[in-house]
């Protein structure tokens, strides 16, 4: 029932990123701030990029900004697109199941169905809520709380 | 997302016993029916009895029942206790936790909020629920369909 390290960090990116409107924030600030590898974070930054979640400027002066306000992000929206593989059981992966009772059994349509509650639930918080503390994150992040 | 190999093999075992109520089952036949070794399959039946959803039967002749009707057992119930570590992300293990913005951050919250959500939907579901298609599942299984 854990996340991925890269839906975790994109997580953290999305966030740092919505404490920080007012400018462009760079990988390198992310990585000292959260203590991340810079070398994850530009996997994560350009896949939520490509999801239409971050903006980014290349080049002197670039880095990323949200693409859209923070109310408009649902975490669950992050969770489905970052998780490579939702897949909970054997089951739900028909190329590598070797479950016998799968065309009889009844647990895959439960897990699904719990799998949908929970990306419902999430989809009830939206990055805002998540960074309502706006002045504590940007402190513990070294943000210049004025910004 | 994904459950462990212990949960899954759990709520196997599990349903191999609701589909075949009327005799002892042996780990040796489980282990055969689902190609799952019987060194994992030990160690979760042991778990399984700890937590009261199995009933075992030592020595010759024994073998394991459900220590309670199917339409008993809530499948969210099987999945809270065999999953030791619902942690989702860093935040809910503070002995390991390296996340700086934790004290402020609402993520966690929103976390909790969907796990709740994905094991409330679970207990929708009975073990009676998921075996509905006990003739096919014991042929399947290679139980005795009159059984």
């Given at each position: 029932m854990r996340l991925t390290?890269?839906?975790d960090y994109a997580l953290r990116v999305l966030i740092y990123a919505a404490v920080e409107p007012a400018s462009l924030c760079t990988i390198e600030r992310i990585s000292e701030?959260?203590?991340i590898s810079r070398?994850?974070?530009m996997?994560?930054?350009q896949r939520l990029g490509d999801y239409g979640f971050l903006e980014t400027v290349r080049g002197r002066g670039g880095g990323l900004k949200l693409a859209m306000p923070a109310s408009k992000i649902c975490?669950?929206?992050?969770v489905r697109k970052m998780e490579d593989d939702l897949a909970q059981a054997e089951c739900f992966r028909p190329e590598q199941n070797s479950c016998v009772i799968t065309s009889a059994c009844g647990l895959k349509h439960a897990l699904s169905t719990a799998l949908e509650a929970y990306l419902d639930a999430l989809d009830q918080?939206?990055?805002a809520d998540v960074t309502r503390?706006?002045?504590a994150l940007s402190r513990l992040?070294?943000?210049d709380p004025a910004a």
């Open positions: 390290a890269h839906t701030a959260y203590g070398n994850h974070l996997k994560v930054v975490v669950g929206d992050v918080f939206t990055l503390n706006r002045k992040l070294d943000l």
